[in-house]
């Protein structure tokens, strides 16, 4: 019977562990990249703006102790990338957790949107991730270990007006997840997304308080209110922990009830 024996909490520790969050500086990233700094992990914060990313590193290393350091790069550019992951496995030593958070929106009719507007939200929300994951991907291989979490969206599994390239994007994201979990599971890789519903995070601050976000966001949960940043935190541990270990290829909500209806 002590084999049947649990380790209960001390599953979720991610002490000395290195995780590579893109968007990491703000928004569900920061969010995410201080959940993991929590649990003892150290975090390497990837994205555009280097000011910004080294001043997100510099408040988690002071909160929480944990190795943290920023890079920039963009994950629309493969090059770039592969890049910044070789410096970060050269000067941290590995890259246990990847959590591809990066992304953007542009919002509007179909008919008021341009193709750019479309080729844009899938070349950062979908391509970023795909570039990204090719990048850690042979590191991981070679330790026989690791995470993949990418970040989907409620809208990656119901329809939303207005919202094409977005949406779009996110299914794209739901069944790269998929089928990347089916690909690593035999290298002890796991693959698997977060759902969001509303968060009041940047991109959505320009709708908040409007009739449509009331009503057709907001009002399409069961919580009927916006998603704090720290809930985002207990799915991001947990996907990345040694808790989620049977997990490939889920996708895990944290909509406030939204696709439940």
Known sequence: MSDMILPGIKQ???TGRNALITGGSKGLGYAMAAGLASAGCNVMLVNRNLKEGEAA??????DFGVRAKAYAANVTNLGQIEAVVASLVKEFGSIDILINSAG??????????SEDDFDQVMKVNVTGKWNVSKAVTPYMKKNKKGRIINMASALGLVGLSNR???VTSKGAVVQMTRALGLELAPFNINVNAICPGPFLTEINIPIAGTEEAEKFIVGA???ARWAELKEIQGAAIFLASDAASYMVGSMLTVDGGWTAR
Not at 57 to 62: M, V
Not at 104 to 113: F, K, S, T, V
Request: aromatic share 8%.
């Open 12 to 14: 979720f520790d991610l």
């Open 57 to 62: 590193a510099k408040k988690l290393q002071a």
């Open 104 to 113: 953007i929106n542009i919002r509007g009719p179909i008919d008021e949107l």
């Open 164 to 166: 094409t390239p977005y």
């Open 221 to 223: 949960t069961a919580l």
